[in-house]
């Protein structure tokens, strides 16, 4: 079985991180998201894994070769020389995509979730209709594609990209497993998988949606990004709850990776996790936030609803709070105050930021 991950687009909802690494290589609880990705098409006997890539092509395929040796599974990229959308990458992979002639799995690269895909491969079998995709509740459905579907067997009425009005609550989960007959529908071009492909298949009565029950985020942006973390070790707390972290210093789900070290009289959760090689000093607070591989919290600062990039240090007595993101190599003096600010990579902050902003 194949499968075809869609990871161009530039990431700029998650910039500062993403002017650092490519989306899908930017960790999510210590390990890049396009690993979760690969490690659950592994689990389902898929034997190649297709990057549709328009940016960065360099950066992911030495990561690319890391991964293949790590989960034993043969990962190839399909290169753009325009970014052709979400469809069109799937006819430039074409040759790939039909070797086998058996369907195939297509994915967003920003979405972390339980990935059934077991559920979604007989889900396919049982209806015989050409496509399937994965849908899932949300309050908040204009962001999304939303998908209108028959209760009973799941068969898709229509599918709307980002409605403007409400339509209903099920979303596009970004996870779908489709017949090699949808590639003679798509041509190597700028083309809108969600805007034409799926409106045209839905018209002939062949797209079936499956409802996830399970928990979904799309982390392509900091908030959601920290949403989605919370849900997940939510979720390991449930299935491998030995992963998590315990001890005297800790609050809830925390996820510590093994090289970190920690000081003496810290209070470390709940919702965080800690990178490779962070160094987190004595009677340091952390919770709801993620500190990137490198990471050094000073003394006594205290970290919040943030995300830390690779490298950062948060000085002695600091305080950064409520959604800010550092990039890569940021440096906060001893004692700064950082209420809800975006640092762009490699600066150094000196002074206090009480309100949000970006600081470049
Ligand atoms: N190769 C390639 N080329 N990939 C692309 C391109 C491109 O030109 N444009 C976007 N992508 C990739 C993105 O990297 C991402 O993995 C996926 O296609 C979807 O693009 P996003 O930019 O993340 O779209 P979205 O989040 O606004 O909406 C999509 O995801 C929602 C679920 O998270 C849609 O599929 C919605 O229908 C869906 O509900
Ligand atoms: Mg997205």
């Not at 999510?28 to 659950?40: D, G, M, S, V």
């Not at 190597?188 to 499956?210: D, H, Q, V």
């Not at 972290?245 to 009289?265: C, H, M, Q, T, W």
Request: net charge negative; charged share 20%; glycine share 8%.
């Amino acid at each position: 079985m194949k499968a075809l991950i869609l990871v161009g687009g530039f990431g700029t909802r998650l910039r500062p991180l993403t002017l650092s690494k490519p989306k899908p290589l930017v960790d999510f609880a210590n390990k890049p998201i396009i690993l979760h990705q690969i490690e659950a098409l592994k689990a389902v006997g898929v034997s190649e894994v297709i990057l549709a890539i328009s940016y960065q092509p360099q950066v992911m395929r030495s990561a690319l070769e890391e991964f293949e040796v790590k989960v034993g599974i043969k990962v190839t990229c399909s290169q753009e020389m325009e970014p052709l959308g979400t469809a069109g990458p799937l006819a430039l992979a074409r040759e790939k995509l039909i070797e086998f002639g058996e369907p195939f799995f297509v994915l967003n690269s920003d979405i972390i979730c339980e990935y059934p895909l077991k559920e979604m491969i007989e889900f396919h079998k049982a209806h015989r209709g050409e496509a399937s995709i994965l849908v899932t509740k949300v309050d908040e459905p204009s962001k999304y594609g939303v998908v209108v579907l028959d209760e009973e067997n799941g068969r898709v009425n229509s599918f709307i990209e980002k409605p403007v009005t409400f339509v209903g609550n099920k979303i596009n989960a970004g996870i779908y497993f489709l017949n090699t007959s949808v590639l003679d529908r798509i041509q190597p071009i700028p083309t809108s998988i969600e805007r034409e492909l799926f409106p045209a298949i839905a018209n002939e009565g062949k797209l079936f949606a499956m409802v996830s029950t399970g928990f979904w985020m799309d982390i392509g942006q900091p908030k959601d990004y920290l949403k989605g973390l919370r849900l997940y070790l939510d979720h390991l707390k449930r299935v491998s709850p030995e992963i998590l972290s315990v001890g005297p210093y800790i609050i809830g789900n925390v996820l510590i990776a093994d090289s970190a070290k920690i000081g003496e009289g810290c209070i470390i959760g709940p919702d965080v996790t800690v990178g490779p090689d962070c160094i987190i000093e004595s009677g340091v607070r952390l919770s709801f936030c993620t500190l990137m591989k490198g990471v050094r919290v000073k003394s006594s600062a205290h970290v919040s609803g943030s995300i830390i990039g690779w490298h950062s240090t948060v000085g002695q007595s600091a305080q950064v709070s409520n959604m800010a993101v550092l990039g890569e190599d940021v440096h906060v003096s001893d004692t700064m105050f950082l209420n809800g600010v975006v640092v762009l990579p490699h600066k150094e902050i000196k002074s206090h930021f009480v309100k949000p902003e970006i600081i470049m």
